[in-house]
């Protein structure tokens, strides 16, 4: 009774109580006097409600057997639940004298309270389990189920049906029980695995009642506590390597829906990683462009006063007189150089954001060069001397000497152009910042290329006072930065390293020096 009412709770919901009470006062009336029957009535309703009440309070009403959390959830549940009531059930029977004085209140009890949790175990998870599994019991393989039930009363008649070897030779063969248990599990849903269990304990229960079986050589308190054992603990296995086996399924059907989406989510992923990597790259242009803005500024604040004191000085020569052919041709030779000069730096501006389509072979020192004198007057209005050394020489130049570069051999390699400029200029940009910073008198940048045969590697070193080491394994992070707020974005760096290293094959690395750092980049010459 036990078992159907907690299965009618877990159905229809704590309003089923009222009629649990009713039918169990109903059903004790017609054996015991009714005060007794009214207190029985009461812990049969109190110990199903507070099993109902424990698997709600953990979320497993729906259906326990789908994980092992929830069978072992449910297995405490019914414990507390048969603790209930066989405690009131004994007290009752004390209360109203019906307790046989030859029969220690302690047996009586333990058997009441095994009953229950076995009526809990066994009938609880049949009638849910073939509520839940309705849809599949109609799919069942009639042909193997048929030869399951055959076995199985076969095997159980063999161990309860009938003495062996003599009329007093009840041998223990209650473990011939377990292959169609297993059968049951492995080849058929829980609820045939759960059916099978009862079956078997519908023959071990009028076996040993017609003293047949292993457990009909006892008293008959030994044998029903020996025989309710056997019924829980076959249950309770089912009920276990079921909820092993729901486990396995729902971690399958979870792999197969994961295969199923995964290339889906692959391309996903790896359309977000671009889009990221695309935002990055842009962000590190707009970044650079402002430094190219300011760039253009120091660029042209020269020629602009230069053209300046031009237009001053015609006017003062018309006022004297002074203006002949010979001034007016040397005056628009002096203003077209300057104006050539702002041209070209607009130029070099617009071929630096200009994007690289496809990868070519560059002249990797010609680029440098180029950046470089991007750079050049922001550089000398900081105070900061820039050397450049050849691979061929062993001597480093002053930037003004332009001619001595012009004679320095091609070193060619395989990439973009234009990225590569970037991020010599994102090089740069960075050690000009830390020689401001760190307030360094004596500003000097050296740049220099090596030539193994195989790679050419760009060395550039400041005395910036170099990378504090608490921050160096984190300088090539998205947006970190050791500069104020509002003066770095934090991905100069980052698509530095994107782009020697995951678009040109490279590498891109650093070391501290005594006085600062130096970057090393390094790339295969072209073939």
């Not at 220690?104 to 009953?115: L, N, Q, S």
């Not at 030869?147 to 041998?171: C, D, P, Q, R």
């Not at 009862?198 to 009909?216: E, K, S, W």
């Not at 005056?331 to 104006?339: E, G, L, N, T």
Request: hydrophobic residues 45%; charged residues 15%.
């Amino acid at each position: 009774p036990t078992g159907i009412a907690l299965a009618a709770l877990l159905i229809f919901g704590a309003r089923a109580s009222i009629g649990i009470f009713f039918g169990a006062l109903l059903l004790n009336a017609s054996i015991v006097s009714i005060p007794l029957s009214i207190q029985t009535a009461i812990g049969n309703t109190l110990g199903p409600l507070l099993s109902f009440y424990l698997l709600g309070r953990f979320n497993h009403k729906q259906n326990f057997m789908l994980s092992l959390d929830g069978i072992n959830m449910f297995f405490i549940s019914v414990l507390f639940g048969s603790l209930v009531t066989s405690s009131n059930g004994v007290l009752a029977l004390f209360a109203w004298g019906a307790l046989p004085s030859e029969v220690a209140w302690g047996t009586v009890w333990y058997v009441w309270c095994v009953g229950d949790l076995i009526g809990f175990i066994a009938v609880t998870s049949v009638v849910l389990a073939v509520r839940h599994y309705w849809g599949e019991l109609l799919k069942i393989r009639v042909f193997e189920f048929v030869m399951l039930v055959i076995l199985t009363s076969v095997v159980e008649y063999a161990i309860f049906g009938f003495k062996f070897f003599g009329a007093n030779s009840n041998y223990p063969m209650a473990y011939l029980a377990l292959p169609p248990i297993l059968w049951a599990v492995f080849r058929f849903t829980p609820p045939v695995s759960l059916l099978s269990v009862n079956l078997i304990a519908l023959f071990a229960i009028v076996g040993t009642i017609a003293d047949h079986g292993p457990f009909a050589k006892y008293s008959i308190y030994e044998s029903l506590v020996l025989l309710q054992t056997f019924i829980g603990i076959s249950a309770a296995t089912v009920l276990l390597v079921v909820g092993v086996m729901s486990e396995r399924e729902a971690a399958k059907k979870e792999l197969e829906k994961l295969n199923a989406t995964l290339a889906q989510r692959v391309e996903e992923e790896i359309a977000k990683t671009n889009k990221h990597q695309n935002m990055l790259a842009q962000q590190s242009k707009m970044a650079a462009m402002g430094e190219m803005i300011g760039v253009i500024a120091h660029q042209w604040r020269q020629p602009l006063n230069a053209l300046g004191i031009m237009v001053q000085d015609i006017k003062m020569a018309y006022q004297y007189g002074e203006i002949t052919g010979e001034y007016v041709d040397n005056m628009v030779k002096q203003s077209m150089s300057q104006i050539g000069f702002m041209s070209k730096t607009i130029d070099d501006f617009r071929n630096f954001f200009k994007p690289d389509k496809q990868k070519t072979n560059f002249d990797m020192f010609g680029a440098l060069l180029e950046s470089i004198r991007l750079m050049r007057a922001q550089f000398k209005a900081n105070s900061i001397d820039i050397k450049i050394k050849c691979p061929r020489d062993n001597v480093f130049y002053e930037l003004e000497h332009y001619d001595e570069y012009e004679k320095c051999d091609e070193y060619l390699i395989f990439g973009y152009p234009n990225e590569f400029k970037q991020v010599v200029l994102n090089l740069l940009s960075n050690s000009k910042d830390a020689m401001i910073s760190n307030k360094q008198k004596d500003r000097v940048l050296l740049v220099s290329l090596d030539d193994d045969g195989g790679n050419i590697t760009l060395n550039m070193e400041d005395n910036g006072g170099g990378i504090p080491s608490d921050v160096a394994a984190r300088i090539f992070e998205p947006y970190f930065t050791t500069k104020e707020q509002g003066n770095g974005t934090g991905i100069g760096l980052y698509m530095s390293k994107m782009i020697i290293e995951e678009n040109m094959g490279g590498n891109l690395s650093f070391h501290n020096t005594q006085d600062g750092v130096v970057f090393v980049a390094r790339l295969k010459r072209a073939v």
